[in-house]
């Protein structure tokens, strides 16, 4: 928080905040907690003297305190002029200090936590119940830390909606005090009443859209168990068709003990038309040209078309998407493409057919199977060799961003796997292979830390295979805006040259920062490896390359341009590198 955004109230000086032996969680939470209520009260302008500002302050930290268990702190604070203050104040036994200059004075707290409460006993009333070896997480000897106790609650309400079939549930939880013993018993308390099984399930809204396909989507069955849990799923599952802007339900419980349920929908427009610009120093302009109908014959089958147009780069795709192929979670993709490169000195011309089912296990949770058929015609050497194969992809996604042009927190990670083989004979047989790894941790409100890293190998299917006997085109590289900004596009290679290696491993580490409703800035690093050597410990040629960038934040993704200097710059390779294009780099 700013000072001029306070009306006059002073600022919450985080480096005159000390938290002893080293309570981060408790020191974050103190500050928020400040930040936060000298934020409310200079919106409404509201400048209280200093005995007023301590008072509604010492509440609102007893507030943190109790809520991470420290329920025997003790405050005490002062108030001084700027020139007696005396930091001798804060002897070896304080827990923290803060402090703010208020018109030539200072405001100051000195807290000493006491020990932190733990949990004495766990009960469940109102219901019986087997619970999971994995609850509580709170746990007897644990904390007592409101947190982790809202969160055994949730999961508590979660377990009996799972095998209750409870229309009416309510989970709350009562902590009793036990002083003497420094800790506390936790009692839940359940109220669950009117066992229910699902009913009847309807519609409105759904002109155009087959009511048959929308009923398995909500993978609802007639008579079953009635969960509410079941019923979210069933609203994202609408939503996930994409042909919805608004879903609403209503449930009612008739005589008989079954819920009936009513789906209020609100199309979206079926038809979407999509353009889009890029340009980087290496490629010069692109251009992205996209067409979309999203429910072609009632099912919510899209029809998406595209193409991609580059100085190097060339490619065209038209992609059918049926969802609730065989099972609702089930999407069958079929994606054709078409594709054009020059990279130095050589030419690749691709086509490729490849049916994906992808299997969407829970919100993060995804798996991917399918075929694919490839044909691959490419000049190297100025010699020209054609290619037929047949590959299986099969991966695993993690996700817990649902913006992925713009991920803020969370974790993704993938696991994937790709065995191909010729149908000619003109390859040997071999797999790709990638773990990749992103993190996106916020550092306050509008700071972000991103970081990934990835490692691509391919290996020889069998013994006698050899990964000299595949398409070049299929071979490592990296460099470029997706990969390693400052370097050309595919120009990183075995040994810094552009020629492809059989293991690379990329990484990068960004930090972004929103200024503003629009506007933002980053920093940024870098880095990969492409060799012969799976272990990017031994001796291998990395490239780096640094910059920054500045983004504009539009409803939709950021735009974004970037600067990147390539700090192991070669002959061929420029100062610098520009990129503009949309959404995050990764």
Known sequence: M???????????????????????????????????????????????????????????????????????????????????????????????????????????????????????????????????????????????????????????????????????????????????????????????????????????????????????????????????????????????????????????????????????????????????????????????????????????QRLTLGTELWAERQSANAQITLPGFLEARNTLVWNNTVSHETPEDKEYYSGESRATINRQASREDTYRYGIAYERIDEKVNDKWNTFSLLRFPLAYEYDENPNSLNPRRGVRYNVQTEPVFSLSGSSDPFFVGTLGWASYRPLGDDVVLANRLEWTSLWPLTDTADLDRIPDSERLVSGGGGSVRGYPYRSIGVDGTSEGGTQKWEGALELRAQMGQNWGVALFTDVASVSEEWNP??????????????????????????????????????AFQIYLSLGQAF
């Not at 709350?172 to 002083?179: D, F, K, N, P, S």
Request: contains cysteine; hydrophobic residues 35%.
């Open 2 to 300: 700013k000072a001029e955004e306070t009306a006059g109230l002073p600022p919450v000086l985080k480096n005159n905040l000390i938290v002893e032996p080293g309570n981060r969680a408790l020191h974050r939470a103190l500050i928020a907690q400040l930040e936060q209520y000298r934020e409310s009260l200079g919106s409404i302008n509201l400048s209280p003297n200093l005995s007023r500002l301590s008072r509604g302050e010492i509440e609102r930290m007893r507030q943190v305190l109790d809520s991470h268990g420290f329920y025997d702190a003790d405050i005490i604070y002062r108030t001084v002029p700027e020139s007696q203050v005396d930091y001798t104040f804060f002897e070896s036994t304080i827990r923290l200090f803060t402090g703010a200059q208020y018109d030539g004075e200072h405001i100051q707290y000195r807290i000493d936590t006491g020990e932190q409460y733990k949990v004495l006993s766990v009960t469940i009333d109102g219901v019986d119940i087997e619970t999971p070896e994995t609850w509580p997480l709170a746990g007897v000897g644990e904390p007592m830390v409101a947190e982790t106790i809202l969160a055994d609650q949730s999961q508590l309400r979660a377990i009996i909606d799972d095998k209750g079939c409870y229309f009416t549930l309510e989970v709350t939880h009562q902590v009793r005090l036990a002083e003497a013993e420094h800790g506390g018993h936790l009692v839940y308390r359940v109220l669950a009443n009117q066992p229910s099984k699902v009913g009847d399930i309807t519609f409105s809204g759904t002109e155009g859209v087959s009511e048959r396909f929308l009923r398995r989507q909500t993978d609802l069955d007639d008579g079953a168990c009635f969960s509410r849990a079941d019923i979210d799923q069933a609203v994202l599952n609408l939503y996930q068709t994409q042909l919805f802007a608004t879903v609403r339900r209503s449930l009612t419980r008739t005589e008989e003990g079954r819920v009936d349920a009513r789906f209020d929908l609100v199309q979206r427009p079926p038809r979407t038309v999509r353009a889009g610009v890029g340009w980087d120093t290496d490629q010069g302009f692109g251009l992205k040209l996209g067409w979309e109908h999203r429910n072609m014959w009632g099912r919510a």
């Open 537 to 574: 410990t031994r001796d291998q040629d990395w490239f780096t390359g640094i910059g920054m960038g500045v983004r504009y934040y539009t409803a939709l993704a950021p735009i974004r341009f970037d600067v990147a200097i390539p700090m192991n710059r070669r002959d061929s390779d420029a």
